[in-house]
């Protein structure tokens, strides 16, 4: 069974661009990226979603 995409090509290379190693993913591509930057990719995209959720929920 294929895994469902959760995060967006563009928003994942947003993200690995703030983070400071897209350089690594044009590179190597996604699977040189170490973990410790995949698991900050996660934490910033969990951020940046809740932070969405508030502003959504401050709009009502």
Same mark, same amino acid.
Do not use: T
């Given at each position: 069974m294929a895994r469902?995409?959760?995060?967006?090509?563009?928003?994942?290379?947003?993200?690995?661009?703030?983070?400071?190693?897209?350089? $690594? $993913?044009? =590179?190597?591509?996604?699977?040189?990226?170490?973990? =410790?930057?995949?698991?900050?990719? $996660?934490?910033?995209?969990?951020?940046?979603?809740?932070?969405?959720?508030?502003?959504?929920?401050?709009?009502?």
């Amino acid at each position: 069974m294929a895994r469902k995409r959760i995060m967006s090509d563009r928003l994942k290379e947003e993200i690995a661009k703030d983070l400071g190693f897209y350089d $690594v $993913v044009e =590179r190597e591509g996604w699977g040189g990226i170490k973990s =410790r930057d995949a698991g900050n990719m $996660v934490k910033r995209a969990i951020e940046m979603a809740q932070q969405q959720l508030a502003e959504e929920a401050k709009a009502k």
